[in-house]
């Protein structure tokens, strides 16, 4: 973007958020909004303390867990629902009632069912990545051009060689779309898991921080998060831009 | 019938069989009795037809002719409701390495180079990955492409793009070649030296091609024969075969009465249904 003939650097609107937070910060107005200035101090306070790096470590297994299932079932679901008609008939409607499901309300069954430890909050983070994934994978496969499928079976591919030499990366940039938008809903997933079922890594940060009202820690904390999805998702959205022409239709 | 067989038929030297020839092996392939209905609506009814070996064969007729599904039901690549295809007097009922495809919109892997796509039909054979690139590389050179091996489909015109396909199907050796349409989505000139290549290709390479098109003059410049389809349903409602064309230079066919006949009578036999 361009204001008055100056090229602007990408994402030079979190400056001027900035800008704003740490005015309003200054300016009293709230307790639980302290100036950014304040909150990165702490920010980097708290990043070396072991409590943090446990929780970081915590954190990041069960998200790095959960994603991991939900690409690895999911994609292959996903290419499989659209490839077959009666597979597709038989999973569509639960994936849509599960992708807008209040996923939170099932938390509690799930603990009935797994237990309270690292199971329950992996499965949640799964739960809660899996169906976009389901779905993109799915509308990625349907969308290939017919003719690479034709050609695939003209030249006698068999149905494991076409998908792994044909639909698989024909759908790779529709499959990479639904990775980032599931690994971002996977953040959410973990944190709910980490609060609702055992009190754990950053989850357990959160409830630490907020019930002693240490609002520039609590507000630390969500920028490590949020800074670490932005920028997962960020690498996933550069790498679907680099294979957007896999999908070409001629 | 606008034009009938003709009794005296100049083939290339060689084929010494007459043109009424009913031997079976004189045919690459054989369209026996094939209907292909979707729901109630009749694609193809009852439609029989033969394909000389080493011989181009038109199909020519208007949109919604049924042309790109007969052939696809001769690539196996469409089931027919009934009737059979012979390939090499065995019948046929799903695509095999006798039958090799061309595909109108190219159908090329956009993430692999020119030569992977090349080399891809042998590599769903199981070639090794030496060999195939080996062979891929030769037909890459044959179709002028020599240089542009490692370039994606991206970086390619439309014309090019074509050439890797066509080098895809030769690569394979299969002895039937089946094109559809595959110069209607390159420009005017580059489908004139395609036409002019196929020519050659057709001179040189002792294989049967049957080829897709819905122009006249396209398909009275390169065919041996020319099966003429009208629609609804589809039926073959002439077979004309150019007999002095062959030996003509592929540059003054143009100008041949006999080409510019034929390129009439099909036009006039066509217009009535065309809306």
């Keep these: 973007m361009k204001v008055f003939g100056i090229r602007l650097p990408g994402m030079s609107s979190l400056l001027i958020w900035g800008l704003l937070w740490e005015i309003f910060g200054r300016s009293g107005l709230s307790f639980f909004v302290p100036p950014l200035s ?8 708290v990043i070396g303390t072991p409590a943090f790096q446990k929780a970081l470590y915590e954190t990041g297994y069960a998200f790095v867990a959960g994603v991991f299932f939900a690409v690895s079932i999911g994609i292959p679901t996903g290419i499989l629902m659209g490839k077959n008609r009666l597979l597709d008939e038989l999973l569509l409607p639960w994936v849509n009632i599960f992708l807008s499901a209040p996923l939170t ?50 030249f006698g591919a068999t149905p494991w060689a076409a998908f792994t030499k044909v ?7 529709e499959i990479l779309g639904g990775v980032r938008i599931g690994i971002i809903r996977a953040v959410k997933g973990v944190i709910i898991g980490q609060l609702l079922i055992s009190i754990v890594g950053f989850g357990a940060l959160f409830e630490l921080y907020s019930n ?4 520039s820690h609590f507000w630390a904390v969500l ?20 294979v957007s022409y896999y999908a070409a239709k001629r | 019938m606008l034009q009938t067989d003709n009794p005296v038929q100049d083939l290339p030297a060689g084929h010494g069989h007459s043109v009424a020839s009913s031997n079976s092996s004189a045919n690459a392939v054989s369209v026996r009795n094939v209907s292909k209905n979707y729901g109630t609506v009749e694609a193809l009814k009852d439609l029989s037809l033969e394909f000389p070996k080493g011989q181009l064969t038109s199909l020519l007729g208007p949109s919604g002719c049924g042309k790109t ?20 007097g065995r019948s046929v009922d799903g695509p095999g390495p006798d039958r090799a495809f061309v595909f109108q919109d190219f159908a090329l892997l956009p993430w692999a180079s020119v030569l992977r796509n090349v080399s891809f039909g042998l590599e769903l054979r199981g070639v090794a990955k030496s060999e195939r690139e080996d062979i891929a590389a030769k037909y890459i050179a044959d179709v002028g492409l020599a240089g542009f091996e490692k ?7 439309g014309g090019m793009r074509q050439r890797v396909g066509l080098a895809r199907a030769l690569s394979v050796d299969s002895d ?32 049967t091609f049957i080829f897709v098109t819905h122009s006249i003059e396209e398909a009275v410049y390169v065919s041996d024969q020319i099966a003429i389809l009208l629609p609804r349903p589809s039926r073959v409602s002439d077979i004309i075969r150019p007999s002095g064309l062959r030996e003509k230079d592929s540059r003054s066919i143009r100008r041949d009465p006999e080409y510019l006949d034929i390129v009439d009578e099909i036009w006039e036999s066509l217009r009535s249904y065309v809306e």
């Design chain 1, 38 to 45: 304040d909150v990165i101090a702490t920010l980097f306070e």
């Design chain 1, 105 to 154: 309300a099932l938390v509690p069954v799930l603990m009935v069912l797994f237990g309270f430890g690292m199971k329950s909050i992996i499965i949640t983070t799964t739960l809660f990545a899996i169906w976009i994934i389901i779905l993109n994978a799915r509308a990625g496969v349907m969308q290939i051009n017919r003719s690479l499928v034709e050609m695939a079976h003209s």
């Design chain 1, 167 to 173: 639909y698989f990366w024909a759908a790779l940039p």
């Design chain 1, 212 to 215: 002693n009202f240490l609002m």
């Design chain 1, 223 to 242: 920028l490590v998060l949020f800074a670490m999805a932005f920028t997962i998702s960020e690498v996933l959205a550069y790498l679907e831009r680099r």
């Design chain 2, 69 to 88: 599904t007969l052939l696809k039901i001769i690539a196996g690549l469409l089931e027919p409701t009934s009737g059979e295809i012979e390939v090499d």
């Design chain 2, 151 to 157: 370039s994606y489909p991206h970086e390619l015109s």
């Design chain 2, 176 to 207: 039937v070649l089946l094109m559809d349409e595959p110069f209607s989505a390159v420009d005017e000139q580059t489908r004139r030296k395609f036409q002019e290549d196929l020519l050659s290709l057709v001179a040189n390479e002792n294989k």
